[in-house]
């Protein structure tokens, strides 16, 4: 499975971006999908994740401002970031815990795409 992550650019503070995450190639089932982040510098860390059946988790510091949503038919997932301030500014990565045709269960990321926030 490949994933391929767009949506990202140039916001100002108090801004806004919709990333999304679309998938290709042949895979049994697609477990739980997320976004992931990493800033220059900084260890890559989690923004949130989705189950397959719409339960959504979130990191404390994006709650409130990031909606993560997926489209199970897609094998798409999305993540529609509000209120953005410089500290969101990093190359987010797009994740996804799936089984393969031979029931292995593997992670698979994307290229990653670069949302920087000026202030």
């Known amino acids: 499975v490949q994933l391929q992550a767009s949506g990202g650019g140039l916001v100002q503070a108090g801004g806004s971006l919709r990333l999304s995450c679309a998938s290709s190639g042949v895979i049994f089932r697609i477990n739980d999908m997320g976004w992931y982040r990493q800033a220059p510098g900084k260890q890559r860390e989690l923004v949130a994740t989705i189950t397959s059946g719409g339960i959504a988790n979130y990191a404390d510091s994006v709650k409130g401002r990031f909606t993560i949503s997926r489209d199970n038919a897609k094998y798409a997932v999305y993540l529609q970031m509000n209120s953005l301030n410089p500290e969101d500014t990093a190359v987010y990565y797009c994740?996804?815990?799936?089984?393969?045709?031979?029931?292995?269960?593997?992670?698979?990321w994307g290229k990653g795409t670069q949302v920087t926030v000026s202030s």
């Open positions: 994740n996804a815990e799936g089984v393969t045709l031979t029931r292995s269960v593997m992670d698979f």
